[in-house]
């Protein structure tokens, strides 16, 4: 009885598995697509944009980019950054903090250099997005215009 119990744990397990991997393939493109010159380079592009002492979040470069573009994916384009070409050490994450712990040596690296362009960060490792995060011109002008384009609800 045990070992059919064992058996059908996983294989609801691996079912599931299945279905969230079906689900994720909905929002992000196939490793292909990912691996592809023009998609990490329409990513690079924004990137080297961000100033020196500025940030930008993956979900920020993704939603810019649009369809296609998740905060994973920009993750998975970044770990292939050129150094001398890409600044990559000024995409964080939502949080305001460095995600590449586990993937630079050493762990701070990010950190460290970032705070060399002037970012500061706090005793949990984040920095302050209202006043780091960098959004590209072109884009506060739309904001600005959608916003003066919003029917106000209250009328005079």
């Known amino acids: 009885m045990v070992a059919r119990s064992r058996i059908n744990f996983q294989k609801e397990m691996a079912d599931s598995r299945k279905e969230e991997e079906k689900r994720l393939s909905n929002f992000e493109p196939d490793r292909a697509t990912q691996e592809s010159t023009g998609y990490r380079e329409r990513v690079f592009e924004i990137v080297r944009r961000i100033p020196?002492?500025?940030v930008m979040t993956y979900g920020q470069i993704a939603e810019i980019l649009?369809?296609?573009y998740t905060p994973r994916t920009v993750?998975?384009?970044m770990h292939s950054a050129d150094e001398e070409t890409t600044p990559w050490q000024r995409v964080i994450n939502s949080q305001g903090a460095c995600s590449t712990g586990r993937l630079t040596l050493p762990h701070d690296r990010q950190q460290r250099m970032l705070e060399a362009e002037g970012v500061e960060f706090d005793a949990r490792g984040r920095c302050n997005l209202g006043r780091y995060?960098?959004?590209p011109e072109e884009l506060?002008?739309?904001?600005s215009e959608a916003?003066?384009?919003q029917p106000s609800l209250f009328t005079d």
């Open 52 to 54: 020196s002492g500025r």
């Open 66 to 68: 649009g369809e296609g």
């Open 75 to 77: 993750g998975f384009v």
């Open 133 to 135: 995060r960098w959004t």
């Open 140 to 143: 506060e002008q739309k904001e």
């Open 147 to 149: 916003a003066d384009d």
